[in-house]
């Protein structure tokens, strides 16, 4: 069953250009994840209500799937976190969610 991981960011309106572009379907984190056996897609909302407020879900065929990947890429994975904070004011991992069948 597929699976997203979801996330709410707080981005500087200065900065929106760059997260949308690192964050966003063919960014450089779509791309990280790109060779991944089992991932499907990113998909980035940015709120028509909140100046500078996005969802981020990166959709996996499986939760299995996306703990693999992280078991097996997890320096990379907290290196280019690290270095994408200047991007956004906050992050908050709103979890991890199973589609409906």
Not at 23 to 35: C, E, K, L, M
Not at 46 to 64: C, F, I, N, P, Q
Not at 69 to 92: I, K, M, T, V
């Amino acid at each position: 069953m597929p699976a997203a991981i979801w996330f709410h960011y707080h981005v500087d309106p200065a900065r929106a250009g760059e997260f949308e572009t690192a964050y966003g379907p063919d960014g450089a984190w779509a791309r990280f994840f790109a060779s991944a056996p089992g991932y499907l897609r990113s998909e980035l909302h940015r709120s028509a209500d909140h100046s500078g407020e996005y969802l981020l879900g990166d959709v996996w065929r499986s939760l299995e799937d996306y703990e693999r990947f992280l078991a097996e890429h997890r320096e990379e994975y907290d290196r280019r976190g690290h270095e994408a904070e200047r991007l956004y004011r906050s992050e908050e991992r709103l979890g991890r969610f199973v589609a409906v069948a």
